[in-house]
């Protein structure tokens, strides 16, 4: 599979993920007291996105570091850099509400802010998904 196939295979399952992590979301918003089977759920659904992420930025390295002649002629983007803070920002709230959620089983604060920076971070997504979807639908020749 080349690169390219494989950025379009990660950025599909990305794309899958972050709908389904929204609707456990919004479930475990709805319902915060609920089974601790869809907090587990949430948890191991938002490792598996945090290492799509990773891949998904891997991948744009690997392209970038062969196309150095091109890269540097085409113009830059810069609008990734707020969503990586976000990204950062939710990853490790995340891990302090799992670690908060682990020690009380309750719903905390911790767990709230963390909501609500990965709401605003999917909303980046849709934004960023919204930029590049030509990519994710190419015009057929």
Same mark, same amino acid.
């Given at each position: 599979?080349?690169?390219?196939?494989? =950025?379009?295979?990660?950025?599909?399952?990305?794309?899958?993920?972050? +709908?389904?992590?929204?609707?456990? +979301?919004?479930?475990?918003?709805? !319902?915060? #007291?609920?089974?601790?089977?869809?907090?587990? #759920?949430? &948890?191991?659904?938002? +490792? @598996?996105?945090?290492? #799509? &992420?990773?891949?998904?930025? @891997?991948?744009?390295?690997?392209?970038?570091?062969? !196309? %150095?002649? @091109? @890269? *540097?002629?085409?113009?830059?983007?810069?609008?990734?850099?707020? =969503?990586? =803070?976000?990204?950062?920002?939710?990853?490790?709230?995340?891990?302090?509400?799992?670690?908060?959620?682990?020690?009380? /089983?309750?719903?905390?604060?911790?767990?709230?802010?963390?909501? %609500?920076?990965?709401?605003? #971070?999917?909303?980046?997504?849709?934004?960023?998904?919204?930029? /590049? *979807? *030509?990519? /994710?639908?190419?015009?057929?020749?």
């Amino acid at each position: 599979m080349t690169k390219l196939g494989k =950025l379009r295979l990660c950025d599909w399952v990305l794309l899958c993920v972050s +709908a389904i992590m929204l609707g456990s +979301a919004l479930w475990l918003e709805i !319902n915060p #007291f609920g089974p601790g089977v869809w907090v587990w #759920f949430h &948890i191991l659904l938002g +490792a @598996a996105m945090v290492g #799509f &992420i990773f891949w998904h930025l @891997a991948l744009h390295k690997a392209s970038r570091r062969v !196309n %150095k002649s @091109a @890269a *540097r002629s085409k113009r830059q983007h810069h609008g990734g850099r707020g =969503l990586g =803070l976000l990204c950062m920002l939710m990853i490790v709230s995340g891990i302090a509400a799992s670690v908060a959620w682990m020690g009380t /089983y309750t719903h905390s604060t911790i767990g709230g802010i963390h909501g %609500k920076i990965g709401f605003i #971070f999917l909303i980046m997504v849709v934004i960023h998904v919204r930029k /590049y *979807r *030509r990519f /994710y639908f190419p015009r057929r020749r």
